[in-house]
Structure formats: structure tokens, C-alpha cells
């Protein structure tokens, strides 16, 4: 790997490693501490890698230059030392004392614990979700502002109230007690389910798909899975969504980087271990007595799995969309379940039903409508077409528009 393609992806999956290792030794009160000491850490691997070339053991080095500037830290700043001395009393101030912890289950452990400790009910579910992005899945203020929909400045605001507000509340990065689990597991999980979403599909991106986002979301997943606390019917669900929409990740473009639709998909591009991981744990989540939003959309997604256009699958997934919506509604959801709508009923029936959503500002929307008028007026349908080609920010995504409206 290059180091142009290198660091970025290191940078993706070891900035969090660092900066959570570095808060639980701190303290909850010296997130920004530990932000910059990984920050630095990766600016000077990209200031020295370019000069003298990648190292044998990258990650390795990047630990060993973070212990070393948090050490630095430490000497330097003594206000800080004597601070962290009192909090942890086996820590002393000298140097050669320090004891940072990159192993593979300390770096476990911090991550899930602080996980629970940025998901505290004294901060708002969007900054709860905005600190973990950040601090844990190391998402750029432009990234979680795409996420919410919003402006940079709006989030650094609320990046920072909600830090303000941990140390207020004196916050420990520790495991609450069981019974918080399950008030704080369900915050966490949506911010997995939005990173995981984040690679499946990105706006931001000349390249529409982001596998190292996805496979960091289901790193962490599979974490709370192996933690017997946080290893419940959520987690599962949620998981095995993630398994089922991965394996057809090398199947959802093309080798210029278009975006592929499912129904023209080539199924042996599949990942079979995905998907029988996927059944696996689907059915573990079924093991509680329970229906989730992210159990309905694994469901959904099983079906996909399926590639033959049968009735009972499309009934399958109607039927599904029809209770996902009832428990929790959102106009994607609707949107979707319009195309299984034309699949068990007809493309009129669709149609009317979509155009009741009147999602002006989605482009998906209009690639749906697109689709349900092709043969019924191609007119209207490259008039779609054409307003979805507008709306859609990705290069790639551009591309499959145009072609299908080349071909009307």
C-alpha cells in the first residue's frame, strides 16, 4: 500500500486506538490532550515517512512515537502530571514510570469503555452520536456535519458543549453499571449503524464505496458481541444487517468505480461466509423475544440475499417494510418499500404511492420514479432521471444516471 493510501486508512483505524487508550489514562477532562498528542503522532508520520520511507511495522511505530509525546506530555506540562498523579494513585510523575498501554485488550477495553462513557443521558443523542464519531471512529467535522445534515460550525459547538458537560458531570471512562448498559446501548449501536452507513455508501466520496468504514463499524460491533454485558438482541440484529449488506459490497461497482443497482448485480460477486454470518447471528438476535428496527432491516436484507425474483420474497419484503414502519417511520424506508410495492403489486400502484412521499430533495426518490415509469412513459421517466442527475453529489453515482438516461 502507498503511503498516500496508507496513512489515511491508519489514520482511520489507529487514531481512535490512540486517542481512547490515551482519555482512559487522562481522564475524561483531557480529550483534547489526547486528541492532539494523535493528531501529531500521524502528522509527523506523514512529515517522516515521506523522507526516509513506510516502516517495517507501521502501527507499531505509530504507538511507540504516541507513547513517547505523551511521556513528553507529561515532563513538560507539570500542572497536568501532578493532576493525573492524584487521579490515579499508581502513577507517578517520573518519566521512566509511565506506563501506556497499547495491547490488544487494553485498547478493547478503552474503546468500548469510552463508548459508554461519550453515551451519557446528561448530553443529547446527536452529541453523544457526534463525540463517538470523532473521538472513537476518527470522523472529520466535515464528515459528521455531512452526517447530520448540517454546518461545521454547528458541530464544533456541539462537540464542545457536550465535552464541557462530560467534565461537568465528571464522567469516568469505565463500564457503567448493567442496568445503564441498556439505557446507553442503543446510542451506541446508532453510531456504528451510521459509520457502517457512511462506507456503504458516501455522498462525500468520488469513490461511492468506503469498505474501511465498514469494516471498522463491524469491528466494533463484533466487540460488544464478544463483551457478555452488551451482547444482547441489538447487537446481533445489527451485526447481521451489516454481514448481508458486506457481501455484496464487491458486487455494487463496476471496475471504473460505477455504481451497480442489485438487480443488475452479478451474485457470484456474493460473499457466501457473509451471508451465512449474517444468518448466524440474525438467529442469535431471535433468540430474544423482541422486534428492532435493525432486526426488521436485517430481515429485509436476508431476503436480498436472495437474487430470484419470486413472489414470496418480495411479499417477504413488504410485509416487512409495512412493520418497520409502523414501529419506527422514516421516509427512506417508505421510499424503499415503494419498489417492493411495484414488485408485489404493479409499477402503477407504485407510482402512485411514491409520488404521495414527495421527496423533492433526494435524488433517490427519483431514480425510483425513474425506474417505475420506464415502459410506462419514458418521457417522464428521463425526466426523472434527469432532476435525479442534479440532486446526486457522487461522480460515480452521476455516471450510472447518465447512462440510464442514454438508454431512454
Known amino acids: 500500500m502507498e503511503q498516500q493510501e496508507l496513512i489515511p486508512h491508519l489514520f482511520r483505524t489507529e487514531y481512535s486506538k490512540i486517542t481512547t487508550v490515551l482519555c482512559k489514562l487522562f481522564g475524561i477532562d483531557y480529550i483534547e490532550i489526547a486528541e492532539d498528542i494523535a493528531s501529531e503522532t500521524f502528522l509527523l508520520a506523514f512529515e517522516t515517512w515521506n523522507y526516509k520511507g513506510i516502516p517495517v511495522n507501521p502501527t507499531a511505530w505509530l504507538y511507540v512515537v504516541a507513547k513517547n509525546k505523551a511521556k513528553n506530555y507529561f515532563k513538560r506540562n507539570k500542572l497536568f502530571a501532578e493532576n493525573i498523579a492524584k487521579q490515579f494513585q499508581y502513577l507517578s510523575t517520573e518519566e521512566n514510570e509511565i506506563e501506556i498501554d497499547f495491547s490488544e485488550q487494553n485498547i478493547t477495553d478503552s474503546q468500548l469503555q469510552m463508548l459508554f462513557a461519550i453515551c451519557q443521558p446528561a448530553i443529547s ?97 463484533y466487540l460488544l458481541i464478544e463483551n457478555e454485558q452488551t451482547n444482547q438482541h441489538l447487537t446481533n440484529a445489527l451485526l447481521s444487517l451489516m454481514c448481508y449488506h458486506s457481501s455484496r459490497l464487491d458486487a455494487r461497482t463496476n471496475e471504473i468505480g460505477e455504481i451497480i443497482l442489485y438487480q443488475d448485480q452479478d451474485e457470484n460477486l456474493w460473499n457466501n461466509e457473509l451471508i451465512l454470518k449474517g444468518n448466524y447471528f440474525l438467529k442469535q438476535a431471535s433468540n430474544w423475544n423482541m422486534l428492532s428496527k435493525f432486526y426488521l432491516e436485517a430481515s429485509i436484507a436476508y431476503w436480498h440475499t436472495i437474487k430470484a425474483d419470486t413472489n414470496d420474497k418480495w411479499e417477504n419484503i413488504l410485509a416487512l417494510y409495512n412493520h418497520l414502519l409502523q414501529l419506527e417511520y422514516s421516509s427512506i424506508a417508505a421510499l424503499n418499500r415503494t419498489f417492493a410495492l411495484s414488485k408485489v403489486k404493479c409499477k402503477e400502484v407504485a407510482i402512485i404511492e411514491a409520488e404521495r412521499l414527495n421527496l423533492e430533495d433526494n435524488h433517490f426518490y427519483y431514480i425510483l420514479l425513474g425506474e417505475l415509469y420506464k415502459e410506462i412513459d419514458n418521457q417522464k421517466a428521463k425526466e426523472h432521471f434527469k432532476k435525479a442527475f442534479t440532486l446526486a453529489k457522487n461522480i460515480s453515482e452521476k455516471q450510472t444516471i447518465a447512462k440510464k438516461i442514454d438508454s431512454l
Open 125 to 221: 443523542t446527536e452529541a453523544q452520536i457526534g463525540l463517538s464519531l470523532r473521538i472513537l471512529c476518527g470522523f472529520g467535522i466535515d464528515e459528521i456535519a455531512d452526517a447530520f445534515l448540517t454546518n461545521k460550525e454547528t458541530i464544533n459547538k456541539r462537540l464542545f458543549r457536550a465535552k464541557e458537560k462530560l467534565r461537568l458531570e465528571n464522567v469516568k471512562i469505565e463500564f457503567p453499571e448493567k442496568k445503564e448498559i441498556n439505557n446507553r446501548l442503543e446510542t451506541v449501536l446508532t453510531t456504528l449503524y451510521l459509520l457502517f452507513n457512511e462506507g456503504y455508501y458516501s455522498e462525500r466520496q468520488n469513490e461511492i464505496i468506503r469498505k474501511d468504514l465498514c469494516l471498522e463499524a463491524m469491528r466494533l460491533t
